[in-house]
């Protein structure tokens, strides 16, 4: 198993950057693709990037290509987001969500909440205009 904890949640004006944070503890070394997912009220579950561990390899949104920016840091366990030039439709509370399994992680980077077997409590991210 492994847990998530999400940090760096906040509000802020539009065009204004903020940095997620998920720490990871517990069987890292498991962990093959790790993302960030967000839900909006009233909206589903999407999709915001993913990363394959060890390959380094990313996938985005359309909606923050350019924008975002995931990355992961081994030796603290750490995923990150970093998101700039916020809109107010960003507006969300984001999670972050971890899964073990190759064949899983090749669906799964292609923004797949359902793939994600560990997920985190999430961090509110507020954009006002």
């Known amino acids: 198993q492994v847990q998530l904890v999400e940090s760096g949640g906040g509000s802020v004006q539009a065009g204004g950057s903020l940095t997620l944070s998920c720490a990871a503890s517990?069987?890292?070394?498991?962990?093959?693709?790790m993302g960030w997912f967000r839900q909006a009220p009233g909206k589903e579950r999407e999709g915001v990037a993913t990363?394959?561990?060890?390959?380094?390899?990313?996938y985005y949104a359309d909606s923050v290509k350019g924008r975002f920016t995931i990355s992961q840091d081994d030796a603290k366990n750490t995923l990150y987001l970093q998101m700039n030039n916020l809109k107010p439709e960003d507006t969300a509370m984001y999670s972050c969500?971890?899964?073990?399994?190759?064949?899983?992680?090749?669906?799964?980077?292609?923004?797949?909440?359902?793939?994600?077997?560990?997920w985190g409590q999430g961090t509110q991210v507020t954009v006002s205009s």
């Open positions: 517990g069987h890292t070394y498991s962990t093959v693709c």
């Open positions: 969500a971890a899964e073990f399994t190759p064949s899983r992680c090749s669906l799964a980077q292609r923004l797949v909440a359902g793939l994600y077997k560990y």
């Open positions: 990363i394959r561990l060890g390959l380094g390899s990313t």
